[in-house]
């Protein structure tokens, strides 16, 4: 299985600090890390297949030979983009870069064009994801959400602490089952802060998390007073 159903992972790197992530990586073993290679080498292969088709349209390259230019042989130092400039002419010049560019002159360049796109898409798509929970004592909270793709930043915000007014557990009907999810009201919003709201973990994970939260993000706070009082 190279997905799983959402896990949580605990991160406390300091007592007034800790991470709460919730995610559909599966625990580390050596056929998911064999998948995993199988996916990489899927989609490199697939991603240069793409630019290659893309690259014999742009050149113009047909059946009858590649684009006239002269064969210059490589300076003596032979930079990187030199040693690519002879890789690529070589490859247009071969059976299989002739065959590439005939199938690209073949189709009509809108439909090159948008089949390219959704292929670089799916290339970038993301097999697993994550959502975090950063609680930093006396400072705020951060949630993080990790982007559909490869090509997008993760959306992150970050809430004070004087802006937090609670932390609890809520619940709600999606469909006919109901579900739990952690909120952050905020002060002076209307709508609160979901936590976790694409992946939506079980109860359990829910209330570790809100647990843990509430602990580390106030905890001290009532011996704070009670020291105050008899100051």
């Known amino acids: 299985m190279i997905t799983t159903a959402p896990r949580l992972r605990i991160r406390r790197p ?3 600090a800790a991470e709460f992530t919730v995610t559909t990586l599966p625990p580390s073993t050596l056929s998911l890390r064999l998948g995993r290679l199988i996916l990489l080498v899927l989609r490199i292969v ?4 793409t630019v290659l088709l893309l690259h014999a349209r742009w050149v113009g390259s047909t059946l009858a030979g590649p684009r006239s230019r002269p064969s210059t042989p490589p300076p003596p130092a032979l930079s990187l983009s030199a040693a690519l400039w002879c890789a690529l002419d070589a490859w247009e010049r071969s059976p299989t870069g002739l065959l590439f560019a005939a199938a690209a002159a073949r189709v009509p360049l809108p439909v090159l064009l948008s089949a390219g796109a959704a292929v670089f898409y799916l290339v970038g798509l993301r097999v697993h994801k994550y959502e975090s929970l950063l609680v930093l004592r006396g400072l705020g909270v951060q949630t993080t959400e990790s ?6 930043r ?3 915000r970050f809430i004070p602490t004087e802006k937090i007014q609670d932390i609890f557990v809520n619940e709600a009907f999606r469909g006919f ?3 739990y999810y952690l909120v952050v009201v905020v002060e002076g919003e209307e709508n609160v802060v979901v936590v976790f709201p694409s992946l939506l973990p079980r109860r359990k994970i829910v209330e570790t998390v809100w647990r843990g939260a509430r602990e580390c993000l106030y905890e001290g706070r009532g011996e704070e007073k009670g020291q105050a009082a008899h100051a």
Do not use: D, M
């Open 14 to 16: 300091s007592p007034t």
């Open 46 to 49: 697939l991603a240069a297949a």
């Open 147 to 152: 982007p559909s793709t490869y090509f997008a």
């Open 154 to 156: 993760a959306a992150t």
């Open 177 to 179: 089952e109901v579900r």
